[in-house]
Nanobody, 124 residues
Framework: QVQLVESGGGLVQAGGSLRLSCAASRRTFSSYAMGWFRQAPGKEREFVAAISWNGGWTNYANSVKGRFTISRDNAKTTVYLQMNSLKPEDTAVYYC?????????????????WGQGTQVTVSS
């Protein structure tokens, strides 16, 4: 069983920044890609960003490209999401997830373990 624990969410004004963290219990953390997804009220859970097993390849949703940066520290078994220039439409519960793939897939169905989520609220 893999446990993922997100932190770093909160309330921020439009234009501000937040940094999300996701600590993983997986002993083979460094072998697999990690992803961030988000879900706003009444909407489907959507892909935000993903990173390959060694951090050398990243993938972003068009809506966050240029504003968000995903990174990982395999020694700490932690993945991060730096969010800058936040907009009200970024408001959602953010989830980290792990996949058995080693490339940064954006396919939600390829992720098999999920965290409990952390709320991000951006006020206008």
């Amino acid at each position: 069983q893999v446990q993922l624990v997100e932190s770093g969410g909160g309330l921020v004004q439009a234009g501000g920044s937040l940094r999300l963290s996701c600590a993983a219990s997986r002993r083979t953390f460094s072998s697999y890609a990690m992803g961030w997804f988000r879900q706003a009220p009444g909407k489907e859970r959507e892909f935000v960003a993903a990173i390959s097993w060694n951090g050398g390849w990243t993938n972003y949703a068009n809506s966050v490209k240029g504003r968000f940066t995903i990174s990982r520290d395999n020694a700490k078994t932690t993945v991060y999401l730096q969010m800058n220039s936040l907009k009200p439409e970024d408001t959602a519960v953010y989830y980290c997830a792990t996949t058995s793939r080693n490339w940064p897939t954006n396919d939600r169905d390829e992720y098999d373990y999920w965290g409990q989520g952390t709320q991000v609220t951006v006020s206008s």
